[in-house]
């Protein structure tokens, strides 16, 4: 698949952008509009919208949904087979306590030479540490 950005973001970024209360909020419009195109995962987007319907309320669910469903900088990316394959794998994540989702993101961003974007330490710090080294995860 070729992908026409070097973004990849994760769910918390647009929880937050949705969420004024939320101590990111302003990071997130920042970062938002800071990007001329990114992609979000197909499971980050159903975690944005549980999250938010349970944090907030249908309403702000469906208002999430349809901005990313409906925005065309915005592209939603489906786990390939490999990747599949790979985030089980390799799940759980060395001694990290990574969702598998957030073990897809590490994949899918070095499988594709993506920028992760998160206001997930734990993850960030298993980005810098899994972007560095040599080990491939391909099956």
């Known amino acids: ?35 001329e195109n990114f992609i979000l995962t ?11 319907l349970l944090k907030e309320d249908k309403d702000i669910a469906q208002k999430a949904l349809k901005f990313i469903v409906e925005n ?25 306590k990574l969702s598998m989702v957030d073990l897809s993101l590490l994949i899918i961003a070095k499988n594709h030479n993506l920028e992760l974007i998160s206001f997930d330490e734990e ?6 540490d899994f972007n560095k080294s040599d080990k491939n995860l391909m099956s």
């Open 1 to 35: 698949m070729e992908l026409k950005t070097k973004y990849i973001l994760d769910s918390n970024i647009l929880i937050a952008y949705f969420r004024k209360e939320e101590l990111n909020f302003k990071k997130a419009n920042i970062i938002l509009s800071s990007l």
């Open 42 to 52: 197909e499971h980050c987007l159903f975690e944005i919208g549980t999250i938010l």
């Open 72 to 96: 065309e900088q915005i592209s939603i990316f489906n786990l390939s087979d490999e990747e599949f394959n790979q985030t089980i794998d390799n799940f759980p994540y060395s001694n990290k």
């Open 123 to 128: 993850l960030m710090r298993a980005w810098k």
